[in-house]
Each structure stands twice: as C-alpha cells, then as structure tokens.
C-alpha cells in the first residue's frame, strides 16, 4: 500500500507508492512498432487485460470511451484516510482514487488524432467521473493528466488520461488560492479575469480564442512552447460546462495542439486540468463560498522539449528558453 508523507523541510506532501514501481514499460522505442496493438490492454477486444470497467460510453454495441481502475495505482479507495506520527514525521496511508480513462477503443497513439467529437466525448467522461468521486465527500483534490509519449513519462502508447483524487490539497494550490482570494476581496474582481481581459487586448501571446475560451502563452510561461486554454467567462470547474461549452472547448483543445503540431512537428508533452476543490473543509473554508468568482479552471499543455537540470530543482524556477510572444508569432506565421 501507498504511503503519504509530509515533509517537514519543504512544506508538502510526497508519495511513496511502491506498486508503481512495476509498471510494464510498453512504450516502444522503434517508431516502426508504434501502433503494434498485440500487447496493448486498452486496445477494444482486450478488455480481460485491465480490472473490470467502472465506466463506459457507448457508441453503437461497442464502446468508445472506457474507465478502468489504474493496475499500478498510486492510490486506494479501501485505505484509512487518517494521519499518523512515525517518530518526529507524519504519514498516512495513501487514500484516493486512481483510475484510467481510455480515450479511445482504438489503437490510436496521438491525442490530437481524435476527431473533434471524440475529443468532446472524452471531456464528457472526465466530467462524469469527477461528478460522480466528487460524490465521497473525502475526496477533495481532482489531478487529471495525460502523459502524451515517451518523454512525457508515458509508458503505454495507446491514448488514455489519468484521473487522481485524493483527500490531500496541495499546499502550493492552496496558497495560490488563498492569494486569489485576496486579490478578489480588495479588487472586486479575479486575478484570472485581468489576466483574460490583458491578453485578448494586447494579442501578443494569444494562440487561439473562440467565444468563451482563450488559448495564450502565458506571460512567464515556465516551459518552452507552453499553451493555457482558460475561460472568459467565471467557470471554476469542468463539471459546470453544459454541452454547448463542453464543445466548444474540445473543438479549441484540439485546434490548439494541432497549431503546436504545425510549429514543432511531433512532440511529446504533460497536459492538465486544473480544477477548483471539490469539497468545504478547514482549509477551503474562508473561500470557498467565492470560488467561482476568485478562481477559474484552466487547461494546461507542456511541450517536453528540454530536460530539467539542477537549477530548476534546487530553485524551483524553471530556464525557459524562448519567449512566449515569439511563439505566438510562429502560430500565427502558419495561419
């Protein structure tokens, strides 16, 4: 079983999940062998390679997008979510939900491949499964990811995303949120929408926009080639997007890494989903009633073009190589 750890020195939590020490390394390095789907367990027909289905969306007889719990998962629904001392350190036992959504039921490799209707359909199942964990009270803090090649630290080619909710809010979130909330209360107004509002305005790292969502380069942005796609509007969270929006923004999505596809050819990348906290606790207490106006969810999307070094970890703050106006000139070269 996973552990939680808090560290004393650095003011966060850490994972110790042995289990994911056994994950099957299936990312071929020959691009030749890429799409071989014979050891592929998301792959349709090879449905007895994974735990049962916690969730799937039909399309005609067969499936189109499936949720399965992570074999080699981080965390556990059956653990304690309580504290305990280990002499002078604190840990508990790692409670949450891992789970994977597979994408697709086929074996396609390339997360942009999907056409813009699969893409919504993916998004609708993100949605449906942090509606329906949101449902254990416990569970507060929702990390959705996808891990696109093998730099990206994917080991499986096969398109799927990652969905952890735990008890535990990260410190750095909740700081971030605390300082948002402050901004609000002597602003009257959210440091996401000034962010929005400058942006559309000056059009210098904007990367694309459609009515409710833009897609910039942030102003200092950490890595090279980063993109976040952000409401306009005052959306917290991605389970308040009705359909029409739900659309808009898998059809912006997919646009935005095809544009990135055009400048840098075929790249590897982390992209996220960051969310509001789900649940009114002892540390959301003081903001949570605002949170929809002090906080809007956003996508984020992570070329993994260079490695990190030492001053990053050491510091904390990323050398990024290329100014975030310069690529959006390069977009908008191609357009």
């Known amino acids: 079983m996973s552990e939680i750890r808090y560290d004393r020195i650095f003011d966060k939590y850490v994972v110790i999940a042995p289990q994911r020490l056994r994950r099957p390394e299936l990312y071929p390095i020959d691009e030749k062998i890429l799409k071989n789907t014979k050891k592929c367990p998301f792959c349709k027909g090879h449905e007895d390679m994974t735990p049962p289905a916690i969730y799937t969306l039909k ?16 965390f556990e629904i059956e653990a304690i979510d309580e504290s305990v001392e280990d002499g002078i350190y604190e840990k508990r036992d790692g409670f949450g939900a891992h789970e994977i959504i597979i994408d697709s039921d086929k074996h396609i490799v390339k997360f942009e491949e999907l056409s813009k209707e699969q ?7 993100v949605k449906q499964r942090v509606e329906d964990l949101k449902k254990d009270i416990r569970l507060n803090y929702f990390a959705i990811f996808k891990n696109q090649g093998k730099n990206s630290g994917a080991t499986l080619p096969h398109i799927h995303t990652q969905l952890i909710a735990t008890s535990i809010l990260p410190k750095e979130q909740l700081s971030n949120l605390k300082r948002y909330a402050a901004f609000y209360k002597e602003f009257g107004r959210s440091i996401f929408e000034d962010i929005v509002d400058f942006e559309i305005r000056e059009q210098k790292r904007v990367f694309l926009e459609s009515e409710n969502f833009i897609a910039f380069c942030p102003y200092a942005s950490s890595f090279a080639f980063e993109v976040m796609i952000v409401p306009k509007i005052d959306i917290s969270c991605i389970i308040k997007l009705d359909d029409m929006l739900t659309g808009e ?3 912006l999505l997919k646009d935005t890494l095809i544009g990135l596809k055009g400048v840098l050819g075929e790249f590897d990348y982390n992209l996220y989903i960051e969310n509001t906290p789900m649940q009114r606790d002892y540390q959301t207490e003081e903001f949570f009633d605002d949170v929809d106006r002090i906080f809007r969810f956003f996508i984020r999307i992570i070329p993994r073009l260079y490695k990190i070094g030492g001053f990053e970890l050491q510091s904390g703050q990323n050398i990024n190589p290329i100014a975030p106006e310069n690529v959006a000139k390069a977009f908008k070269k191609l357009n």
């Open 119 to 125: 893409m919504k359909r993916w998004l609708f199942v």
């Open 249 to 251: 923004l898998s059809a």
């Open 59 to 74: 399309d005609g007889e067969s499936w189109s997008v499936r949720v399965v719990p992570n074999l080699y998962k981080a």
